[in-house]
């Protein structure tokens, strides 16, 4: 059964820093893409970062570029999400994702529950 859990939310002051975990399970790892998104109240889901498993390639949302840094540690089934320079435009709640494929049924989104970011003086 594949589980991504997140930690790491919080409330933090403009121009602060907060490192975002996601321990994952139930699948192989080392293999995935995983992926951060935010998503503000009603609005769209938006990508912020991603992570190849194995050449180890990342993306980035112009939004973030330069101020946020995605890191994995295969031996401990774990993505992270270091951000940096946080703005009040940061504020939201950011999930972890994956997708995987199950036969008969083709490629899957798996999501955690999520973690709030607030960006606040």
């Known amino acids: 059964q594949v589980q991504l859990v997140e930690s790491g939310g919080g409330l933090v002051q403009p121009g602060g820093s907060l490192r975002l975990s996601c321990v994952a399970s139930?699948?192989?790892?080392?293999?995935?893409?995983m992926k951060w998104y935010r998503q503000v109240l009603e609005k769209q889901r938006e990508l912020v970062a991603e992570?190849?498993?194995?050449?180890?390639?990342?993306n980035y949302a112009d939004s973030v570029k330069g101020r946020f840094i995605i890191s994995r540690d295969n031996a401990k089934n774990t993505v992270y999400l270091q951000m940096n320079s946080l703005q009040p435009e940061d504020t939201a709640v950011y999930y972890c994702?994956?997708?995987?494929?199950?036969?008969?049924?083709?490629?899957?989104?798996?999501w955690g529950t999520g973690t709030l970011v607030t960006v606040s003086a």
């Open positions: 139930g699948f192989s790892f080392s293999g995935a893409a």
């Open positions: 992570i190849q498993g194995t050449t180890i390639y990342t």
């Open positions: 994702n994956t997708k995987i494929y199950k036969a008969l049924r083709g490629w899957m989104d798996y």
